[in-house]
């Protein structure tokens, strides 16, 4: 009796034996078999261990978890494999999120991650592959109105023709981002405008302005001779435009 009972026991220590032994082996060697690959972390749903995420990133070599933590916003940066890189706080921004640790200081949005070590090595940075959450909108917008400062009405088929340019380069042509071409069939000034925008064609050290102009039976009559920048360099998304009357 006792030998049946034991010989029912061995292939159970057997398995139990083989299991220890393969989770080992596999720990050691940094081995993820097919059977426990199925019990990995998704990174993009859970990657913040059971707090609220905000948000996730995924590189060629890394996971990025926005989390929400009891002090405020915390980045999870892990491995592709799984190991915890970074963990620190962050902010934030129009853009995506940015913060640091006592490695580096970190950034990343829809397009790119970077990581600049403390050290003063060579920043790293990895295109975006993935996304989940709450990302920078897709779209952003400049408003405001287009008015001048004279008391003349304007003609009932008066058109107004408001563009966002990028003007970053001063040796080439102003670069049209968006126009909205207003009929005002009797309006008069001020003319409300917004101008939606992707802030994927914005960059932080660009040059962006208004360009103002109201046609009159499809001839230029009035245009904006100042700068009227707007988005970056701490410029307004909002913006009261005045126009002159062209000679």
């Given at each position: 009796?006792?030998?049946?009972?034991?010989?029912?026991?061995?292939?159970f220590?057997?398995?139990?034996?083989l299991?220890?032994t393969?989770?080992?082996?596999?720990?050691?060697?940094n081995?993820?078999?097919?059977?426990?690959?199925q019990?990995?972390?998704?990174?993009?749903?859970?990657?913040?261990?059971?707090?609220?995420?905000?948000?996730?990133?995924?590189?060629?070599?890394?996971?990025i978890?926005i989390c929400?933590?009891?002090?405020?916003?915390?980045m999870?940066?892990s491995?592709r494999?799984g190991?915890?890189?970074?963990?620190?706080?962050?902010?934030?921004?129009?853009e995506?999120?940015?913060?640091?640790?006592?490695?580096?200081?970190?950034?990343?949005?829809?397009?790119?991650?970077?990581?600049?070590?403390n050290?003063?090595q060579?920043?790293?940075t990895?295109?975006v592959?993935?996304?989940?959450?709450?990302?920078?909108p897709?779209?952003?917008k400049?408003t405001g109105t287009?008015?001048?400062?004279?008391?003349?009405a304007?003609?009932p088929?008066?058109?107004?023709?408001?563009?966002?340019q990028?003007t970053?380069?001063?040796?080439?042509?102003?670069?049209?981002?968006t126009q909205?071409?207003i009929p005002?069939?009797?309006?008069?000034?001020?003319?409300?405008?917004?101008?939606?925008?992707?802030?994927?064609?914005?960059?932080?050290?660009g040059?962006?302005?208004?360009?103002a102009?109201?046609?009159?039976?499809?001839r230029l009559?009035w245009?904006?001779?100042?700068?009227?920048?707007?988005?970056?360099?701490?410029?307004?998304?909002?913006i009261?435009?005045?126009?002159?009357q062209?000679?």
């Open positions: 009796m006792i030998s049946t009972q034991n010989q029912q026991k061995s292939p220590l057997v398995r139990l034996f299991t220890s393969l989770l080992t082996l596999t720990s050691a060697l081995i993820i078999p097919p059977v426990l690959a019990r990995e972390i998704d990174f993009a749903t859970q990657g913040c261990r059971g707090v609220p995420q905000e948000a996730y990133f995924m590189t060629e070599n890394y996971h978890n929400q933590g009891q002090s405020g916003l915390f999870a940066v491995y494999n190991q915890l890189f970074d963990r620190f706080s962050v902010q934030q921004q129009r995506g999120y940015a913060g640091n640790s006592q490695k580096a200081s970190y950034q990343v949005n829809s397009r790119t991650f970077t990581i600049q070590p050290n003063n060579r920043p790293i990895e295109r592959l993935r996304t989940q959450g709450n990302q920078r897709q779209e952003s400049v287009i008015t001048y400062r004279q008391r003349i304007l003609p088929n008066s058109t107004v023709v408001v563009t966002l990028d970053t380069s001063p040796n080439r042509a102003p670069r049209n981002i909205q071409t005002l069939r009797g309006q008069q000034v001020p003319v409300p405008f917004s101008l939606i925008y992707n802030p994927a064609q914005i960059q932080q050290n040059i962006y302005r208004i360009r102009e109201i046609y009159v039976d499809g009559t245009a904006n001779m100042g700068q009227d920048r707007v988005i970056t360099g701490g410029n307004p998304n909002n009261e435009v005045i126009v002159q062209l000679n």
